[in-house]
């Protein structure tokens, strides 16, 4: 999907700040209609969640309606309009004067409708956008089942969510109209493949919307290349990079580039590309990037902020990365779904090495058995390559995390799932982060990385920290001798309540935190397949409620706030010895 914060002949006007908003107890998006609709609005800020705005809908899940009256510059009355949602959680429908112009299924990932059909030229219109937040054991991610029939949430939780992360609810990220020329550049999707980690060569596939286009052009540091737009609309263009200035973290160069369609010798549409030249791939027990093996350390992460829940907050995003820097880390994943684009953005340029999620985190049995949940899981995986590929710090898609997999069904499921990942982009590796041991982790030898999960010295080996780390070392190499594959350990740590002092081994205390995250790091550092270590988590984070929750995971070495514990400065002195 385009970036059309960089498109040169878009126009655009941001729609953020105060809607109107109205819970809808009861009804369904399925049933919703936007005349009928209706109730006593309030003011909801965008983006937000709507459960840190206002308390009595700290659990309200369900149905909500957004509304805000805008005009359309009369300038845009030939040209093609579109209104486009970052994101919104969990499934939502854009409605334009009652028209439906746009709807997502999935949380976390952009989507957009064309509306200049729909539009009042010179006079108000209304844009209505329908979110629905349900607990339901069937959406992706899911609630739990009742019980007996299933997991039964994260610990008993209230929301009974089969995650351990906050269903927020709302509008999380920027909503724009924007307008382009009639015949546009729809999307460039950017692969850079290399045979020898030196010598790369630029595909570019263009995709066209309209008929008023011949050729589509390609231009980087004065060179170009042209190719004819094919019927349908598409275009390759292809161009040689014998001695390319490689992107890593310690170089995160950035080519700039433009792309223009033509008709004739008039330039109709132009939009930038911003691309880096680099290799990624598996080989030899070990994960290279540009021919040479890399070595993570960083975190899992979550989108979470006091008063903005998991909406986009571009200082947050940059305060984080500061906090990383400094502490020494060189990667994340995108835990458990799929990050803002700003957030890929200031990666790419920052030199940070991210492994992109998707949404499927809880999955068990029952999901592999229907279908329409294979299909719904390999659009989410596509919807996120799609988005994400240009991104030169996406080093590797991780397609599930935590799942059950113990039938050949389901082996079966993620066997689809890593095909549907390579066939969208061959160019990286593909993982699955994986918990327990291999008899719920069943078809793991499809995919090319393999991640971890395990808290010796928190919810197995309690308290005992000696006996934690030789549990982790041979829990790593059962694992290992399991898929044959290289190995993130990529949840690890403890809880720790900050201010919270005591000796070693006193739990929730700062002091067996930090233990527990050197313990654990050192013996990952002595196993030749492990390419790295990310701990659980960057920041404390809000959850559902839990006997097990003090009102929030505190695995965080930074505080909710970010203020850092002393795992964070353990970890600095850590990994300042790299």
Not at 292 to 312: C, M, W
């Given at each position: 999907m385009r970036h059309i914060r960089h498109h040169m002949f878009c126009h655009h006007v941001g729609l953020n700040g105060l809607w109107d908003f109205t819970p809808l107890p009861g009804e369904r998006l399925s049933d919703f209609r936007p005349e009928s609709s209706s109730g006593p609005a309030r003011p909801m800020a965008v983006p937000g969640s709507w459960a840190e705005q206002y308390g009595d809908l700290k659990n309200y899940f369900g149905l909500t309606r957004y509304d805000r009256v805008f005009r359309v510059p009369h300038a845009w009355r030939?040209?093609?309009?579109?209104?486009?949602?970052?994101?919104?959680?969990?499934?939502?429908?854009?409605?334009?004067?009652?028209?439906?112009?746009?709807?997502?299924?999935?949380?976390?990932?952009?989507?957009?409708?064309?509306?200049?059909?729909?539009?009042?030229?010179?006079?108000?219109?209304?844009?209505?956008?329908?979110?629905?937040?349900?607990?339901?054991?069937?959406?992706?991610?899911?609630?739990?089942?009742?019980?007996?029939?299933?997991r039964a949430g994260f610990w008993d939780s209230e929301p009974a969510?089969?995650?351990?992360?906050?269903?927020?609810?709302?509008?999380?990220?920027?909503?724009?109209?924007?307008?382009l020329p009639r015949t546009h550049i729809r999307?460039?999707?950017?692969?850079?493949?290399?045979?020898?980690?030196?010598?790369?060569?630029?595909?570019?596939?263009?995709?066209?919307?309209?008929?008023?286009?011949?050729?589509?052009?390609?231009?980087v540091d004065g060179?170009?290349?042209?190719?004819?737009?094919e019927v349908g609309g598409q275009a390759t263009l292809t161009m040689a990079f014998p001695q390319a200035r490689?992107?890593?973290?310690?170089?995160?160069?950035?080519?700039?580039?433009?792309?223009?369609?033509?008709?004739?010798?008039?330039?109709?549409?132009?939009?930038?590309?911003?691309?880096?030249?680099?290799?990624?791939?598996?080989?030899?027990?070990?994960?290279?990037?540009?021919?040479?093996?890399?070595?993570?350390?960083?975190?899992?992460?979550?989108?979470?902020?006091?008063?903005?829940?998991?909406?986009?907050?571009?200082?947050?995003i940059v305060r984080d990365f500061d906090l990383m820097r400094w502490i020494g880390a060189?990667?994340?994943?995108?835990?458990?779904?799929?990050?803002?684009?700003?957030?890929?953005?200031?990666?790419?340029?920052?030199?940070?090495?991210?492994?992109?999620?998707?949404?499927?985190?809880?999955?068990?049995?029952?999901?592999?058995?229907?279908?329409?949940?294979?299909?719904?899981?390999?659009?989410?995986?596509?919807?996120?390559?799609?988005?994400?590929a240009n991104h030169p710090s996406v080093i590797t898609w991780s397609v599930a995390n935590e799942p059950n997999v113990r039938s050949e069904r389901g082996a079966g499921f993620f066997e689809q799932l890593a095909d549907t990942a390579r066939r969208a982009d061959p160019t990286r590796p593909v993982m699955y982060v994986a918990h327990g041991d291999t008899?719920?982790?069943?078809?793991?030898?499809?995919?090319?990385?393999?991640?971890?999960?395990?808290?010796?010295g928190w919810y197995e080996e309690l308290g005992q920290l000696e006996h934690s780390a030789e549990a982790l070392s041979r829990y790593l190499d059962q694992m290992h001798s399991a898929c044959g594959k290289p190995i993130l350990l990529a949840e690890y740590g403890a809880d720790a309540v900050a201010g919270l002092h005591g000796f070693g081994d006193e739990l929730f205390s700062e002091e067996y935190q930090a233990a527990i995250i050197e313990t654990q790091t050192r013996v990952a550092e002595t196993k030749p397949y492990v390419i790295g270590?990310?701990?659980w988590n960057f920041a404390d984070f809000q959850t559902a409620q839990s006997p097990k929750r003090v009102t929030m995971n505190r695995k965080g070495v930074f505080t909710r706030d970010r203020n850092p514990k002393l795992a964070a400065h353990t970890l600095c002195r850590m990994w300042s010895e790299v």
């Open positions: 030939e040209q093609a309009v579109f209104l486009r949602v970052g994101a919104a959680n969990q499934s939502a429908k854009v409605y334009v004067n009652g028209y439906c112009i746009a709807e997502q299924q999935f949380g976390h990932l952009p989507f957009e409708g064309r509306c200049e059909h729909a539009i009042r030229w010179g006079q108000d219109n209304r844009i209505t956008v329908a979110v629905e937040m349900p607990i339901d054991p069937w959406a992706l991610p899911p609630a739990r089942l009742r019980q007996g029939e299933g969510v089969a995650y351990d992360f906050f269903p927020y609810g709302g509008i999380h990220r920027p909503v724009t109209l924007y307008a999307n460039v999707a950017v692969a850079t493949p290399t045979d020898d980690d030196h010598s790369f060569r630029l595909v570019a596939t263009v995709e066209v919307e309209g008929d008023q286009a011949d050729v589509a052009r390609l231009v060179r170009t290349a042209q190719s004819p737009i490689r992107w890593c973290p310690d170089d995160p160069h950035l080519y700039t580039g433009e792309v223009q369609l033509l008709r004739g010798d008039s330039v109709v549409d132009r939009s930038p590309v911003t691309f880096g030249l680099r290799s990624v791939r598996v080989a030899d027990g070990q994960l290279l990037l540009n021919g040479d093996p890399i070595r993570l350390r960083g975190f899992g992460k979550h989108e979470d902020f006091p008063v903005i829940g998991k909406a986009l907050c571009e200082s947050l060189n990667s994340f994943r995108t835990s458990h779904y799929p990050y803002a684009e700003e957030t890929l953005d200031l990666a790419d340029r920052l030199g940070f090495l991210v492994v992109g999620e998707t949404s499927l985190v809880g999955l068990e049995e029952r999901f592999f058995e229907r279908p329409e949940q294979l299909r719904d899981a390999c659009a989410i995986l596509r919807q996120m390559i799609e988005r994400d008899s719920n982790n069943r078809g793991m030898t499809h995919f090319d990385l393999i991640g971890v999960n395990k808290y010796f270590t990310h701990v």
